[in-house]
């Protein structure tokens, strides 16, 4: 590397794949026996134990909801969105409460005006339209474990 080149540049250049964020653990180590066969130390990424890309494909809903929120221009950050849509989330057809509608109109900030209550039903049909491939599979499998 010259005076000239940065690190960006040389990243950039180099055919080797820099994994940032990314946390691996390595396997405990082997008990020392002639019994035992030998292994080598794994360096597969760690998820917790209900993690979507382990179980199945992923949902993609949440990150559609958030970013319709945010199309809505009601003055949501990133992550006041995806509280609203978590307490959508906490009944099981995302309906909210009366109170939960309260709370919900609150999820922007002490500093920052509560939402009317048309605009958390706008905010709520905006979930709902991206959850609706969600819902209608998740009340599926309610109907299947009645049947059964």
Known sequence: MNDQTTL??????????VLRHRRFMPAAAP??????????????????????CCIGGPDLSFERAVFSI??????????????????????PRMVLSKGKAKIASKVRGKNIDALSAEEVQRVQNVVLVEYAGTLALEEKQRIDAGVR
Request: include cysteine; glycine fraction near 2%; aromatic fraction near 8%.
């Open 31 to 52: 008990v020392e026996s002639s019994s035992a066969p030998s292994t080598t130390i794994s360096t597969a990424p760690t998820h917790p134990a209900n993690c979507l």
């Open 70 to 91: 945010l199309a809505l221009n009601l003055g949501f950050e990133y992550d006041t969105a995806a509280k609203f849509i978590r307490l959508c989330r906490a009944v």
């Open 8 to 17: 960006a540049d040389a990243a950039a250049v180099s055919p080797f794949r």
